[in-house]
């Protein structure tokens, strides 16, 4: 099949339907127009998990943000899509290219409570909403005594919660809730070291059909390589893993421009925090895919194996809302 000739009129960009969605399309959509004078049009596309309030791991896990936007780029009806980074599944699809990584906004996590209380602040036996096996681990490490609270739906859905009085605080990443401009709710940022983020965390993924080069050629004009091998090897991990998105697995991969290197962290932990195995390697940017492999084998060595086959039941993800 040949490739396809791109249009002379507008791209088309899809995005899915949330708030935090349609902003971040905006600023990629926007990057695309200032550095190529393409005019890009953002179409919305509804995904199974936007609909279904069931767990994610009961109707497919992340990837049912992702397969639809798939499914539409490859029927043709849209050139290109953008998806959160650490929705996309590990292992890329032959027929769809990862043609781009824009700059990576802040990976970390961050806690938004109830009159702006600290996480030292909230009383035992606080409730702390996320849907996140991975936040849960590390926040039960911090303060074993407090609940976490599984929830779903976007930023302003759950924060919400807190004002309903049914969790007091809860926990989202900082760059979604800068993409829609409420980084004042914030009350406390977690460092890596405290609370690691979830591998791709902070950085958003442009594909576009593998076969069409000219697009694959356009859209790397907005790819940023030191967050493409971060992203790299944040994933390859994931991948040596074979962790689901119910798995207590995190990643950061940060590069250091003056030794043009990546310096990567990795953990996987037991649901209730108390078993947290940690790895730690720096590699050449250039190795960014082997530093994931062999930051897994550490792990996967140290017993990562039961940590991350969690039941999938009684998991659900973070990725609905940052």
Not at 24 to 49: H, P
Not at 157 to 168: L, P, Q, S, Y
């Amino acid at each position: 099949m040949n490739a396809p000739t791109l249009r002379p009129d507008v791209l088309r960009l899809g995005s899915r339907r949330s708030p935090m969605a349609i902003a971040q399309s905006r600023l990629v959509a926007n990057m695309i127009t200032e550095r190529t004078g393409r005019e890009v049009e953002i179409v919305g596309v509804t995904t199974l998990g936007d609909v279904s309030r069931a767990h994610l791991t009961q109707i497919g896990g992340t990837g049912v943000f992702v397969s639809a936007l798939r499914e539409a780029l490859l029927n043709g009806e849209i050139d290109f899509a953008v998806h959160s980074l650490k929705d996309l599944p590990a292992s890329q699809p032959a027929d769809v290219a990862l043609a781009a990584v824009p700059p990576r906004d802040d990976p970390r996590d961050a806690l938004i409570a109830r009159d702006g209380a600290k996480l030292a602040d909230l009383p035992a036996g606080g409730r702390i909403g996320t849907g996140s096996p991975r936040r849960a681990a590390q926040l039960l490490a911090l303060r074993g005594d407090l609940r976490c609270v599984p929830i779903r739906g976007n930023a302003g859905t759950r924060m919400a919660k807190i004002e309903a009085g049914e969790v007091d605080a809860v926990v989202l990443a900082c760059a979604g809730l800068a993409r829609i401009k409420r980084l004042d709710v914030v009350a406390e940022v977690f460092n890596p070291e405290e609370m690691l983020p979830a591998a791709g965390q902070g950085s958003l993924a442009v594909e576009c059909r593998a076969e069409d080069d000219q697009l694959t050629r356009l859209l790397g004009t907005i790819n940023h390589e030191p967050s493409m091998a971060s992203a790299t090897a944040e994933r390859s991990l994931l991948e040596a893993l074979a962790a689901r998105c119910s798995a207590p697995v995190a990643a950061y991969a940060m590069y250091r421009p003056v030794e043009d290197d990546l310096d990567m962290q990795a953990a996987a932990m037991s649901a209730d925090g108390g078993t947290i195995l940690r790895a730690h390697a720096s590699a050449a940017s250039g190795q960014a895919w082997q530093l994931g492999q062999d930051l897994a084998a550490e792990l996967l060595r140290a017993g990562a194996r039961e940590l991350i086959e969690v039941p999938q039941a009684t998991a659900d993800s973070e990725n609905d809302a940052q």
